[in-house]
DNA sequence: TAGATTGTTAATCGATTAACAATC
DNA sequence: TAGATTGTTAATCGATTAACAATC
């Protein structure tokens, strides 16, 4: 088993793309492409995509390119796509709904074993066959189950101590929509944060600048 | 009114963090801070810190540091938070319930003023006294009241005729939580996209990384 | 074989960090 | 004034792009 060494933060942040180009290039019926027709799909220069590749490995074919069949379980290995996770989730609100009904964690190798809420109203639907539980039951789910990874949908104020609880019982990792800064108080956590507000305002500047007359694209 | 000239990808991605701790320090009381101090509790250098805001201009004091209220305001103009835009979402699934329920997009000077979804079930529905309408009455809509924003949480597939329909009736900007790619046959439309499931695959990247030995923090 | 395209090294470009004079 | 901290220039570091020999 080969060691990953140092891969920097800008060609992971590219990995989960070239994996959805990839697939849907797949699902299209195409088999091969090289890594000139790639950079124009996405976006990117042929140098970069190769220089991407090769901090795996040589997946490609001199005059040929690249098997695009091959690539996707190059990517999906990479990514760990195919080591099963489980998964809790915790808040049921709108967007915890949401996550839990449309995503497709099994797709990424987690699987959603439990969800939780503290607000009473939601206990015993069901989402996905999967029951909403109250919050105090949490600690006991996780000492019987041991889940890996913990959604966090629920709000900054009552994050802090979530993950406090969490942590003790062995939760190392967080998909979090929540405002808290988990890395600051666990730095060693695997955390993965979606701040969507960050995103609105992105936009917001992208269209103010755009509105300035400067272009944009 | 100063032009702004060549902002940098990087320098734009975290403008949205300063004004999110910034916001969060002034309503923990705190009115000034030091680009020292800022850089410990956001993990970046003060030296960047400062790099940053002058790119938009001296905000600070020397022997003093920065006045957090100010520098609220300023990012606020920066990101074009004040600027009034209009936005309608355009699917009212779970994910687009979740998004208009939710997502406080006053504060970032959007307003949304319509809500969209081809599915008749969910007619006359009201979230945030805005009603669910149908499909077909988008392009009247539209031409009535010219949104300069929409939210795209629909299905990929039918992503790319509704682009097309939107971009026709003056939509210039684009908040795209769908997998479909806006810039490739548009590169000069506003675009944000939100790819949830892209966020979803890293945090699997960095749990298969953690578990191999390597740290990662 | 000839043509195409990779893998990889070298060159360039840009972003981050360090340093320090200016100044509150 | 002395101390602190900025604004800004210079140095370093890393990422992207270009080039080309290797090879299918």
Chains 1, 2 share one sequence.
């Not at 991407?52 to 999906?76: K, M, R, T, V």
């Not at 959604?151 to 003790?168: E, F, G, R, T």
């Not at 993965?192 to 992208?206: G, Q």
Request: proline share 3%; hydrophobic share 40%.
């Amino acid at each position: 088993m080969k060691t990953q060494k140092e891969i920097s933060a800008s060609v992971i942040s590219r990995l989960p793309r070239y994996y959805r180009f990839l697939c849907d290039l797949y699902s299209n019926g195409q088999k091969r492409i090289s890594s000139k027709e790639l950079a124009d799909i996405m976006g990117f220069t042929a140098s970069q995509i190769r220089q991407d590749f090769n901090c795996f490995g040589g997946f490609g074919q001199q005059g040929y390119g690249y098997n695009i069949e091959q690539l996707i379980g190059e990517f999906a290995g990479i990514l760990g796509l195919n080591k099963l996770k489980t998964a809790i989730l915790i808040g049921a609100g709108n967007l915890g709904r949401a996550v839990a009904s449309q995503m497709s964690f099994e797709d990424k190798g987690f699987k959603l074993i439990g969800i939780f809420d503290c607000d009473p109203l939601y206990k015993g639907i069901k989402i996905r066959d999967i029951p909403i539980s109250a919050d105090d039951s949490i600690s006991d789910f996780c000492t019987e189950n041991k889940p890996d990874m913990a959604v966090l949908c629920l709000p900054a104020d009552k994050a802090p101590d979530m993950v406090d609880l969490l942590i003790s019982l062995g939760v190392k990792s967080f998909w979090n929509f929540s405002h808290y800064d988990i890395h600051r108080k666990y730095p060693a956590a695997n955390v993965e944060n979606v701040h969507l507000s960050d995103s609105l305002m992105t936009l917001s500047f992208i269209i103010k600048n755009s509105d300035t007359g400067e272009n944009y694209d």
